[in-house]
């Protein structure tokens, strides 16, 4: 087990965002959380990734307590997050924005400048990740200038550089056509096992990349676990269908 939690409560003054919320993520799963405006879903993300500390309940990863623990220290532990809205530099080409993270791998931020221009090593890793993720060809455009689907490949190439052992994705498809949503997930699970990732969970809306990628879903429904399953497990519950997954075209 690489991830897990258990009993997971957040509480906002008087309001329960979580309440008991248990899950666990194994080795080489691909994890979908999905549920309804309100269910938890970016609280139960902040909790997983440090963000916030659980008001009660404990997260674990790779065996050590992480509530609270805050991003930079998260990354270093092994854990990398892609975000909803895209957090690209705008005024910084595609081969620097992926240098800045590999910049923060190596622990070099104080000389960030100096690394983007001269560091090899930094330059290599950036440039290696950027083949994974089909953007070779776009290095020395402007982060700002890329298409919207390639902006969202960008910021989930900048979590890849982290070189993580797991990765959450954050509505990873949004804002992109239906065409480019698949162009996106096969280029992502490509890059996933070509660099040896443990594990991938997701926050995802659209259902046919949640369906069509996923091992297991996590559903929530008002701040608790209304199911965790397989995909064909989920489709077959008719209460989930109609509370949380709604009809899918076919």
């Known amino acids: 087990m690489i991830l897990e939690a258990r009993d997971i409560r957040k509480l ?32 139960l993300i ?9 008001s009660a309940g404990s997260v674990r990863f790779k065996g050590k307590d ?4 805050g991003t930079v220290a998260l990354t270093r532990l092994g854990m990398a997050r892609s975000f909803q809205l ?16 590999v910049v923060s791998r190596l622990g070099r931020g104080a000389r960030i400048f100096a690394s983007l221009a001269g560091d ?12 994974l993720f089909n953007l070779s060809d ?3 455009a402007l982060a700002r200038e890329l298409p919207q689907g390639d902006k969202k490949l960008l910021d989930v190439a900048s979590a890849f550089a982290l070189r993580p052992e797991i990765i959450l994705l954050d509505e990873p498809t949004s804002g992109v056509s239906t065409a480019d949503k698949h162009a996106i997930m096969e280029i992502l699970v490509g890059a996933a096992k070509r660099i040896g990732l443990r594990a991938i969970i997701q926050v995802e809306h659209d259902m046919d990349i949640v369906f069509g990628y996923s091992d ?16 064909a497990e989920i489709e077959a519950d008719a209460r989930v269908v109609d509370m949380v997954v709604g009809r899918r075209r076919r």
Request: charged content about 15%.
């Open 216 to 231: 297991r879903i996590i559903a929530l429904h008002q701040g608790k676990v209304l199911a965790d399953a397989t995909p």
């Open 12 to 43: 906002y003054g008087a309001y329960v965002a979580l309440d008991g919320v248990s899950l666990s993520i194994q080795e080489g799963e691909f994890v979908s959380i999905i549920g309804p405006n309100g269910a938890g879903k970016s609280t």
């Open 138 to 140: 776009k290095a020395h």
């Open 46 to 54: 902040n909790v997983l990734t440090g963000v916030l500390q659980p």
């Open 66 to 69: 992480i509530g609270g623990i």
């Open 120 to 131: 090899g090593q930094v330059q290599a890793d950036a440039l290696d990740v950027a083949g």
């Open 86 to 101: 895209v957090q690209i530099f705008p005024e910084l080409t595609v081969l620097e924005t992926l240098q800045a993270a």
